[in-house]
């Protein structure tokens, strides 16, 4: 203190007016508490422009992070020097210096036109926090007592701003950090949520799974045909309800019995050996859809079933699954329709054997009444006078011939009606071919029907009875006939051809010029006709007598219009008649 | 053997038949000529000569019910059936038709021959009958158209007088056309003629 107090009293006012400055400054890290250093910065400031009465003072602060430093600044009321803090900066640093660390630590400038006392003040040890330039016009500044204060003051301010410094990258750290937590937190929430969704739908087809198992199971309960399951062991592990109705078992009794407790005795082994056979070598004999066997029900009654077969491999383990349907109702039914087929076959046979037999009648009476015409006409030559010799034997002759014919066909109605039901003898079809031909002669020319043949002469003969062939083929000819019957607009010709086909078997092909069948695979079948009169029987009679003889019959649609109807039989070979 | 003897035509698809009848009828003295098919009967030259038709039922062209409905328009020969069946419905229809028999294969000699010489006979009256009209109609056709005009008049009755008033004429020219007609129709007698009128068809003039 250089200056010599002008007395006593003003001495102790100025050092009073210190100590509440001092003080002051003691109370200012309490307001700086928790602020940034550009807010302890500004309190400091207004802090020291009051206290020490100052026409300037402006600060120098370096940010972390940021380039260039911060400038703040204020004046005394009154003073105007320059707009913004960052002008007096560079008013200041024109008259000092651009390096704060050069500046003297008190200089007497004139700045813009005023003479002022400038003092700079380092916050930290070499300014690199900061500098505070005060300044002042009154020319003994600064006294002792405001250096004192100035540097208790950069001191405070120093510690304070190194805190909030400290707590500014605290902060920061801080705020990585939440950034941080935050992501790693959104991460996990949208991991949680793929979770979730999993989960959900991990239940969802769990739900699935579980009503599809109950829906299986309904099915399987309410199902007619019995479902029973077996291990590879060939033990029963699923049975439905089913079972108990069509076998008579409660499942209970059957879960973890062998298999073969449901099939006849005889069929046990056969089961065992072929079952072991596909689970070694994967070799099926049976079809595994739909085969007929027979089961046996608790009671021990045997009753027909079909049964189908899956299999399903689990953890190298093989469940085959039956699906057993009992099949006596079809059986029966198949049973009567049968007999009632070959009932009405029979019946239809006789209806179409009385046609036959009546044409064969017909074919009977010509030679007959020739016969007897001829009979009266020889006797008439002989007795008349004189007698007639010639006319007479001739007329004789033809009695010898035209009766052995008669008795031929008598023997062939008696054959007809015979209850033998085949009587095999070798035979000509070309043969029986023109014999049926000349049954049908009336027909054929009635209905004005050309006949073509074309008959093969190394046709070899076949093994047959004659009545059936010869009603097989009236039968096929009158079909062919019938089939013509509306046909106007085209000649109606009948071609009948014989071939060997192959060294084993004679063809014919009967083919007419007539309206076509629409389902020449049906036509065989028995009721079928597309006849208004007649039973559907005709066909049906021919296949059953082409099925006795070993052979073969169809239908197909002829070129042009009609229908071929073919069948084969086999050929005899050898010399023997 | 005449022209005028009769013949027996055999119509039936059976060679057998044919041979065995034609023999039969001819022992019976008898001309025969057979054919297998309607349509070898109609298509042939036929001796005028009082005739009959064997026929069978069933023709390989034709039914022989239908060749008999043919045959009726013209003046064709009396028909005897011969069938193999033996069937109702179809004998009804002949018969009816007019058939002189119907006879079921193998038949007698007796039944055919009766059955034949039934037929000829009445095809000997037919011819006759069909030989007077023709007669008939030719002298008809030597009549004036005068003489036919009178015609109905007389054989109606009407007495020379009236007729002469009704074609506004007098009575002795009506007198001198009804000589002529007698003379060129042949009648003896005025009830000959009424016949003759009747057979011809001409209707009598109403009072």
């Known amino acids: 203190m250089g200056e010599q107090p002008k007395d006593i009293a003003e001495e102790v006012k100025h050092l009073q007016r210190c100590m509440n400055d001092l003080v002051s400054l003691l109370a200012l890290p309490a307001k700086w508490a928790g602020g940034e250093p550009v807010q302890i910065v500004d309190v400091l400031l207004d802090a020291l422009l009051r206290m020490l009465q100052l026409d300037l003072v402006y600060a120098q602060l370096k940010v972390k992070g940021d380039h260039k430093p911060v400038e703040r600044a204020r004046l005394a009321q009154g003073r ?53 330039v005060a300044g002042s016009m009154r020319p003994d500044f600064p006294l002792q007592t405001e250096r004192l204060i100035l540097s208790v003051a950069a001191n405070h301010a120093t510690i304070a701003v190194q805190e909030a410094s400290l707590r500014t990258d605290q902060r920061q750290a801080a705020i990585a950090m939440d950034r941080l937590v935050a992501q790693r937190t959104a991460e996990l929430a949208l991991a949680n949520t793929e979770l979730s969704n999993e989960i959900a739908e991990r239940k969802h087809t769990e739900e699935h799974l579980v009503r599809s198992e109950q829906m299986h199971r309904v099915i399987l309960e309410a199902a007619n045909d019995a479902v029973i399951s077996m291990d590879d062991r060939g033990m029963i592990v699923l049975v439905n309800d089913a079972v108990e109705r069509m076998f008579g078992y409660a499942p209970i009794e059957l879960i973890g019995t062998p298999m073969t407790i449901l099939m ?26 739909g085969v007929e066997v027979t089961a046996v029900g608790k009671d021990g009654r045997e009753f027909p079933v079909e049964v189908s077969f899956g299999e399903m491999t689990t953890d190298g383990h093989k469940t085959f699954t039956g699906f057993i349907r009992d099949i006596s109702e079809k059986k029966a039914a198949e049973e009567t329709l049968r007999n009632m087929q070959t009932r009405l076959s029979r019946a239809g046979r006789a209806a179409t054997v009385g046609e036959f037999a009546a044409a064969i009648a017909h074919e009977l009476n010509q030679p007959l009444a020739a016969v007897v015409a001829n009979g009266h006409a020889c006797q008439r030559w002989l007795l008349a006078e004189p007698p007639g010799l010639t006319k007479a034997r001739e007329a004789a002759e033809r009695i010898v011939r035209d009766g052995k014919e008669a008795g031929e066909i008598l023997r062939r109605v008696r054959a007809l009606f015979k209850k033998t039901a085949l009587e095999k003898s070798r035979l000509d079809l070309n043969e029986v071919i023109h014999e049926v031909l000349r049954l049908l002669a009336g027909a054929i020319l009635s209905e004005q029907i050309s006949v073509t043949t074309d008959l093969a002469d190394n046709l070899g003969t076949v093994e047959g009875d004659r009545v059936q062939l010869q009603q097989l083929l009236f039968n096929l000819l009158q079909n062919g006939i019938e089939a013509m019957e509306p046909v106007v607009d085209r000649p109606k010709e009948l071609f009948i051809r014989s071939r060997l086909q192959g060294p084993e078997a004679a063809l014919v092909e009967i083919r007419d010029r007539g309206v076509g069948m629409t389902r020449p695979d049906e036509v065989f079948d028995a009721f079928f006709t597309t006849k208004e009169s007649g039973m559907g029987m005709g066909l049906a009679i021919c296949r059953s007598i082409v099925d006795a003889h070993q052979g073969r019959i169809w239908a ?6 009609g229908t071929i109807l073919s069948f084969t039989l086999p050929v005899q070979h050898g010399n023997e008649s | 053997m005449s022209s005028d003897s009769p013949i027996v035509f055999v119509v039936d698809d059976d060679l057998r038949v044919r041979e065995a009848l034609s023999s039969l009828i001819s022992s019976m003295g008898l001309r025969v000529g057979v054919f297998g098919s309607a349509k070898e009967y109609l298509e042939a030259d ?14 390989p062209d034709t039914n022989g019910l239908e060749l ?9 020969p009396p028909i005897i059936f011969i069938s193999g069946h033996g069937d109702v419905p179809s004998s009804v229809s002949a018969m009816k038709a007019g058939a002189i028999e119907f006879l079921s294969k193998p038949f007698g000699d007796d039944e055919l021959s009766q059955a034949i010489k039934a037929a000829i006979t009445r095809d000997r009256m037919a011819r006759q009958h069909r030989s007077e009209l023709t007669e008939l109609q030719r002298r008809y056709t030597l009549l004036s158209p005068r ?13 020379n007088k009236v007729t002469a008033a009704e074609l506004g004429t007098s009575e002795i020219t009506i007198g001198v056309h009804r000589g002529q007609i007698m003379r060129k129709m042949g009648a003896q007698s005025l009830a000959e003629l009424i016949r003759m009128a009747d057979r011809l068809g001409i209707a009598k003039k109403s009072a």
């Not at chain 1, 197909?556 to 219009?561: C, I, Q």
Request: charged fraction near 25%.
């Open chain 2, 147 to 159: 003489e036919r005009e009178v015609l109905p008049y007389v054989v109606a009755g009407f007495a």
């Open chain 1, 80 to 132: 105007s020097l320059a707009e913004t803090p960052q002008d007096i900066g560079e008013i200041i640093r024109e008259s000092l210096g651009a390096d704060p660390v050069e500046w003297p630590w008190l200089s007497r400038k004139l700045l813009r036109d005023r003479d002022i006392v400038i003092v700079p003040v380092r916050l930290g040890l070499l300014g690199e926090i900061s500098f505070i």
């Open chain 1, 264 to 289: 006849p005795a005889s069929m046990r082994g056969l089961h065992e050996a072929g079952y072991k056979r596909y689970l070694t070598t994967g070799m099926r004999r049976l079809n595994w859809q």
């Open chain 1, 556 to 561: 197909t649609p002829a070129e042009g219009s």
């Open chain 2, 46 to 59: 036929k001796p005028d000569a009082p005739a009959c038709l064997v026929l069978d039922l069933q023709l």
């Open chain 2, 68 to 76: 008999q409905r043919k045959l009726a328009d013209v003046d064709s």
